[in-house]
């Protein structure tokens, strides 16, 4: 009979992570027996399998099932794909938009894919500028387009609800290869986001 799966995960792994929740839940003072508690183990443990399932994927096998050849040469944009990670500091989430643009050179790659990439590297522990740049170089390194530029703005839950405890802060990164090393490229990426937030 074949194992149960969660988000690549075979059930007697998660199974184990679920005791070291529930571990958790004695050393921090709760009783992981009470009723609001006794499930909580094993829903966290599939949650982390869900929030983690990009350590079982391939993020080339994603951008090479839709490359297509394509004549145009003008840039392509996809603005504010949602993502969720998890921080690799304090295993606590940070979330924002991630916005791509890209110059073709003889091929394109389907829009979903593009999220789905996203969705790839967000979904590991992460920090917010390694998640920007490996959409770049995953992007630049398949497509082999004249270039590529990524903008990722985030909140960070460990900037917000600890430590400094700075509820509004937001942090932005960005990465770019080819032609969008021209300030003028940048510009117009930039130019074409805010057109798209102001309609």
Do not use: W
């Not at 593009?114 to 490996?134: G, M, N, P, S, Y």
Request: glycine fraction near 6%; include cysteine; aromatic fraction near 8%.
């Amino acid at each position: 009979m074949d194992k149960k799966i969660y988000d690549g995960l075979d059930i007697d792994t998660v199974e184990k992570i679920a005791e070291h929740y529930k571990a958790i839940l004695k050393l921090i003072g709760e009783d992981p027996e009470r009723d609001g508690l006794k499930k909580t183990p094993m829903r966290a443990a599939k949650a982390l399998a869900f929030l983690t399932s990009g350590y079982r994927k391939s993020a080339v096998d994603v951008a090479n099932a839709a490359i297509f050849e394509y004549a145009g040469s003008r840039m392509v944009v996809v603005r504010d794909i949602e993502f969720y990670s998890l921080c690799e500091h304090h295993i606590l989430p940070f979330f924002g938009t991630v916005s791509i643009g890209y110059v073709p050179d003889g091929s394109m790659i389907g829009l979903s894919k593009l999220a789905r990439i996203v969705d790839v590297f967000a979904r590991r522990l992460q920090v917010q500028e390694r998640l920007t740049k490996e959409v770049c170089d995953i992007l630049t390194s398949e497509l082999h387009a004249a270039g590529v530029i990524v903008y990722c703005e985030a909140a960070h839950m460990c900037m917000r609800m600890r430590g400094v405890e700075k509820e509004l802060s937001e942090t932005e990164t960005i990465e770019y290869s080819g032609v969008f090393e021209d300030v003028a490229m940048r510009q117009e990426f930039f130019n074409l986001l805010s057109r798209g937030k102001n309609k």
